[in-house]
């Protein structure tokens, strides 16, 4: 992780949040996949503020001229040098039971990392220069790395029932890090699975050919 932190890119982003004084992390898969050791270069910014305010002001930084605003997610995306550098405000979501399509407020890190879908994506490092690197892991995703557990930070009942997607997401998780699903999430799993019928079929498609793969 150190290795990392030491890329002129999170110095940028680090500078220009503290100008901003704006509270933000990388989080998600990014995390997750340095600590296993994947390379990646798809990274997530959260933000407890405007992230298409903080990806403006970032792509001003480093000279980019095109920044992707996506208003109805409130989030938006710069591409620099190779990396992906999505930015997004962190938020607080709640759902109807014949949606996955959520309700959004503005929320704080904690209530980001709650609508996380596994514990081993709801890590963050703060970008911050009064705890930079610092890892924020409520839900102890380091361990779970180490068990090589998918599990999901709340209740897996509210987790599956709020986003049946997730339990595919589960699978292909298991399958592509050679993970064990843990024995609570499978079951519930196995209780929710007729939720599926909630998700479009293409969404289904999606995530099996990835399974697959």
Do not use: H
């Not at 407020?105 to 990392?113: W, Y």
């Amino acid at each position: 992780m150190q290795e990392f932190l030491k890329n002129p890119i999170f110095k940028t982003l680090s500078l220009v949040a503290d100008d901003l004084q704006v509270e933000t992390y990388v989080i998600g898969g990014f995390v997750r996949d340095i600590i296993l050791k994947r390379p990646s270069k798809d990274i997530d910014i959260v933000c407890v503020r405007s992230g298409i305010e903080l990806a403006k002001a970032v792509a001003k930084a480093l000279s980019i001229k095109k920044v992707s605003v996506f208003k109805n997610f409130g989030t938006a995306m710069i591409n620099y040098q190779g990396w992906e550098i999505e930015f997004v405000g962190a938020r607080k979501e709640s759902y109807n039971k014949e949606s996955r399509n959520p309700m959004v407020v503005t929320g704080t890190l904690e209530d980001d990392q709650n609508r996380r879908d596994f514990t081993i994506n709801s890590m963050a490092f703060s970008l911050n220069k009064k705890n930079y690197g610092a890892l924020v892991d409520p839900f102890n995703g380091l361990k779970d790395i180490e068990n090589k557990l998918i599990k999901t930070p709340l209740n897996p009942e509210i987790t599956y029932n709020d986003d049946p997607l997730r339990m595919l997401r589960a699978i292909r998780f298991a399958t592509k890090l050679n993970f064990k699903i843990d024995n609570s999430s499978l079951k519930s799993i196995e209780s929710l699975s007729s939720r599926i019928k909630i998700i479009t079929e293409e969404r289904i498609v999606v995530e099996l050919n990835k399974i697959l793969l």
